[in-house]
């Protein structure tokens, strides 16, 4: 089982449309939490950490449960250029510092 | 704002033959990440530095090695190549080893032929 798992889509949504991403994690050691975006053949870049408190950055919405050890990804009012792979990411628990990376949700917004 | 730089950007190499692959990190950043990804695979992470020091390692095979620099510019070097080495390697930096967010390079792609 992978430590950290998400649905691997795809997800095709019309723009404008609102698509949530789960992912869950089992180590409950970790500490750290992330949501990247990859887009084809380049590297993960960072949409957003994610606190248990919640947060929110424009059009992009994350929730932290520690208790479920579940994270979630909102995004409103999808755009074509939101078409990308979702990376759900952990850091801690036996090593500090390095990222687990889950297999990644593709989306796909579509006219 | 400055980001991570990785050459080179692409590398074909032979089965059997050696690479380094270079990562500059974003300027004040004391600590690299080194990952892998395979083909439809998410990244791996390899091994990582803080303050030239190794902090941590993954699952980077022994024919691997690495290290930080005085200017905390990392290499990866690797040794008798094999087909399955074929993969993307990102480089990642963060300022300390404290979970924080790490910031990606655009990648290395080694191709063994």
Excluded at chain 1, 25 to 37: E, L, P, V
Aim: aromatic share 12%; charged share 20%; with cysteine.
């Amino acid at each position: 089982r992978k430590e950290v798992e998400q649905d691997p889509g795809p997800f095709n949504v019309p723009e404008g449309a609102t698509v949530a991403f789960n992912c869950t994690y089992s180590n409950s050691a970790s500490q750290s939490f992330f949501w990247y975006r990859q887009d084809c053949r380049k590297e993960p870049k960072l949409l957003m950490s994610v606190y248990s408190s919640g947060n929110e950055d424009g059009r992009f919405t994350a929730q932290l449960n520690r208790a479920s050890q579940y994270i979630s990804l909102l995004i409103r009012d999808s755009k074509l250029s939101d078409s990308a792979t979702y990376l759900c990411v952990v850091s801690g628990g036996t090593s500090y510092g390095k990222l687990t990376f889950g297999q990644g949700t593709i989306l796909t917004v579509h006219p | 704002a400055a980001g991570v730089i990785q050459s080179p950007r692409h590398l074909i190499k032979e089965k059997r033959e050696t690479a380094t692959l270079k990562c500059y990190p974003i300027p004040r950043h004391d600590t690299v990440y080194w990952y892998q990804q395979g083909p439809g695979q998410d990244p791996q992470f390899l091994i990582s530095f803080y303050e030239k020091m190794q902090s941590d390692k993954g699952s980077i095979p022994d024919r691997f090695s690495a290290q930080q620099f005085s200017d905390y510019h990392s290499e990866l070097n690797m040794s008798s190549l094999e087909l399955g080495d074929s993969a993307l390697y990102f480089c990642a930096s963060s300022l300390g080893t404290g979970g924080g967010e790490q910031y990606f390079g655009p990648g290395t792609r080694l191709t063994v032929t």
